[in-house]
C-alpha cells in the first residue's frame, strides 16, 4: 500500500509539473523542474497520509535520478543500491519503522535503568545495528539480552557486532512474533504508528511489575511512571511505563 501510494505521488507531481509546463511555457533549467516536481510529490505524500519519514524520500528521489543521468552511472550501481537498501530497511515500504539509531545518552540511561531495576533479562525490539544492545551488555554482563531485528542487512550487522558478547542473542523475526512475557525490561525505538498496538501487546503479555520503556514516542493513552528527558541532540525522552499489578 505505501508503495502504490509513493509510486502514485510521484507520478501525481511528474504529470502536475509537464501540465504546468504546457500550461506555462517558461524557460526553467531541469533542476528547476526537478525540485518542483519533488516538492510536489512530497505533499502528495503528506495527501496520503504516509509516514513522515517518506517525505525525504520523496524530495531526494527524483534529484538523485537526474544526479544520477548527469554522472552517467552505471546500470547496476542502482540496482546495487536498491538491493542494499531493501536489505537496510526491508519491511518500510510495507509501513515498518525505518532504521535511525539511539544516542549514547540513550544506552547510557538505559544501562541505568537496567541497574536499577535489577534486571535480568532486556529485549530490544527493533534492534537495529544494536547501539543500545552492545553498550549495555558489556555494562551489565549478568543481564541476559535480546535483540530482535527483522530487516536482514541491520540483523547481520548487529549479530556481528554482537558475535563475541555472550550474554546477546540477536533474533531475525518481528517483535509481533514475540511473547514479552520473559522481560524484566523491554525496550522500543519504533514510531508513533504503532505505539497503540505496542500498548495493548504489552499489557497482555508484559508481567505485573516489568518496565517497558519507549524512546521518543508514548503510548497514547498510557500514563507513564516517569519521563526522563535525555541532554542528547534531539533531546530524547524515555517513557517508562510499569505494568499494572492489578
Ligand atoms: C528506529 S530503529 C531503532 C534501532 C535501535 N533500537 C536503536 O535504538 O538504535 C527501529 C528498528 O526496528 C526494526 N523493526 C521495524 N519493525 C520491526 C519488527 N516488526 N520486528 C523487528 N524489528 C523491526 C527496523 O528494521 C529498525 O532497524
Not at 518500510?92 to 541505568?112: H, M, N, Q, R, Y
Amino acid at each position: 500500500m505505501q508503495l502504490l501510494k509513493a509510486l502514485l505521488s510521484q507520478s501525481l507531481a511528474y504529470a502536475m509539473v509537464l501540465g504546468l509546463g504546457a500550461v506555462f511555457p517558461l524557460s526553467i533549467s531541469a533542476w528547476q523542474a526537478v525540485a518542483i516536481q519533488a516538492c510536489g510529490a512530497a505533499l502528495f505524500s503528506r495527501g496520503f497520509r504516509q509516514p513522515v519519514w517518506w517525505l525525504l524520500i520523496h524530495l531526494l528521489f527524483m534529484p538523485a535520478v537526474l544526479l544520477g543521468l548527469s554522472w552517467q552511472v552505471p546500470a547496476w550501481l542502482y540496482l546495487l543500491v536498491l538491493l542494499l537498501l531493501t536489505l537496510l530497511f526491508w519491511g518500510t515500504v510495507k509501513g515498518d519503522v525505518p532504521l535511525f539509531l539511539s544516542s549514547s545518552a540513550v544506552s547510557e540511561a538505559l544501562i541505568e535503568i537496567v541497574r536499577r531495576e535489577g534486571a535480568q533479562s532486556f529485549i530490544d525490539i527493533g534492534a537495529g545495528l544494536a547501539t543500545v544492545v552492545v553498550p549495555l551488555a558489556k555494562a551489565r554482563p549478568d543481564t541476559a539480552i535480546i535483540g530482535l531485528e527483522r530487516a536482514p542487512l541491520t540483523w547481520l550487522l548487529a549479530a556481528w557486532r554482537c558475535r563475541k558478547l555472550t550474554n546477546v542473542s540477536i533474533g531475525r523475526s518481528s517483535f509481533w512474533e514475540q511473547d514479552l512475557r520473559q522481560f524484566d525490561v523491554v525496550f522500543a525505538f519504533l514510531s508513533p504508528l504503532v505505539m497503540a498496538q505496542i500498548g495493548e501487546k504489552i499489557q497482555q503479555e508484559m508481567l505485573p511489575g516489568s518496565l517497558f520503556v519507549s524512546s521518543s514516542f508514548p503510548i497514547p493513552n498510557g500514563v507513564p511512571e516517569a519521563i526522563i528527558e535525555l541532554k542528547d541532540r534531539r533531546r530524547t525522552r524515555l517513557y517508562c511505563y510499569r505494568i499494572d499489578r492489578s
